[in-house]
């Protein structure tokens, strides 16, 4: 089969309409930033770049040098581009202006420059997740509250998964793609058009130790797949927890599943591990335009309108009806309170 790089990917999707010029060239510039991040990461010990920085985030998490690397990258590639007004960023508080001496654009880019990154010393894959905003009209220098905008506003999301292949999941709201790194090329070559996700599943994905915390509908929903063919549910789950959303959501990308970050029950207030702006959304894009379904366990994560650019949320997405199940018995125990 003839390979399709990236560029000429978006170049097909322009010609059909479904692209405009701009946002086809920022995508490409995010592309080529995590092809760094790639090559930063895979060196390893050898790259002098593991362990931590010495630095925390606004999250109060202890930075690792990579985490501080992958973010100059992204914000460096994405600088003079002109099609940027500005940057917002998990390892940043504030987002951050594009520098005067350079034109800016009408699209806002929001990412998590290295997700996962505690897995980092242990050799596991770990990710790039970003989403895509148009910039408010008549907004040159954008704050925070220009970043505030339901997941249904994105223009584009993806992820890239720095594992044993280097691979991009692309959505601009016309279906999902896989992009796998050709690295004797330096080419992003299609390796998956229009990916669609099983419906039903018997795979899933849940931190099983914060199980004492969970709300009552979560411990049932997962009781019920725990108890296999001889439960409620009449067949047998496996479960795999990999601890880097993205390498998780690859998986479900793949072969179908279903993930899950739920609230903590006894401080609902903190909405979950999760960040809406730049975790949660992006990966719903990403979910439901191949065919699954993502939500807080109460509403649609794409219908969530913002309070704040680090604000959290619980996190139930992939194969649609077993998000559907474990949705419903949320909703159903809320009615019945
Ligand atoms: P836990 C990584 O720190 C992350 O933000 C996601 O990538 C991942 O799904 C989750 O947290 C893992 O959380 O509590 O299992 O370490």
């Not at 930075?63 to 099609?83: C, F, H, T, Y």
């Not at 894959?125 to 895509?132: E, K, L, N, R």
């Not at 080419?187 to 899933?204: H, Q, V």
Request: proline residues 4%; charged residues 20%; aromatic residues 6%.
């Amino acid at each position: 089969m003839k390979s399709i790089s990236l560029i000429q990917f978006l170049i097909e999707e322009r010609r059909a309409g479904h692209i405009n010029a701009e946002l086809s060239l920022l995508i490409e510039v995010v592309a080529r930033a995590c092809k760094r991040i790639a090559v930063a990461t895979n060196k390893g010990a050898l790259g002098g770049v593991l362990g931590e920085a010495g630095t925390g985030n606004i999250q109060g998490e202890a930075q690792k040098k990579l985490d501080v690397i992958s973010n100059e990258i992204l914000l460096e590639a994405n600088a003079w581009g002109g099609q940027l007004a500005a940057c917002a960023s998990e390892e940043m508080e504030d987002p951050q202006p594009i520098p005067d001496m350079y034109p800016k654009g009408n699209h806002l880019l929001l990412f998590d420059p290295l997700d996962g990154s505690s897995n980092i010393d242990v050799n596991i894959s770990v990710g790039t997740i970003f989403s895509i905003l148009r910039c408010p009209d008549g907004i040159t220098e954008p704050k925070a509250e220009h970043f505030l905008q339901a997941g249904t506003t994105q223009l584009a999301a993806g992820y890239v998964v720095y594992g044993p292949a280097t691979v991009l999941v692309l959505t601009f709201g016309h279906g999902t793609h896989e992009f796998t790194l050709d690295r004797e090329v330096g080419s992003f070559i299609l390796s998956r058009r229009d990916i669609r996700i099983p419906e039903e599943t018997a795979e899933f994905a849940i931190n099983m130790s914060n199980q004492r915390h969970w709300e009552a509908p979560m411990q049932r929903y997962i009781g019920e797949l725990l108890a296999g063919k001889d439960g409620p549910r009449a067949k047998d789950f496996n479960m795999r927890w990999v601890a880097s959303m993205v390498a998780d959501v690859h998986r479900i990308i793949t072969r179908g599943g279903v993930f899950f970050y739920p609230l903590d029950a006894k401080i609902k207030s903190k909405g979950g591990k999760l960040r809406l702006m730049y975790e949660a959304n992006p990966m719903a894009f990403i979910i439901e335009q191949a065919g699954g379904a993502a939500t807080t366990g109460r509403e649609r994560i794409m219908e969530i309108e913002p309070s704040g650019l680090h604000q959290r949320v619980p996190v139930f997405l992939g194969s649609k009806n077993e998000v559907e199940v474990a949705t419903h018995y949320h909703v159903e125990a809320d009615a019945a309170a």
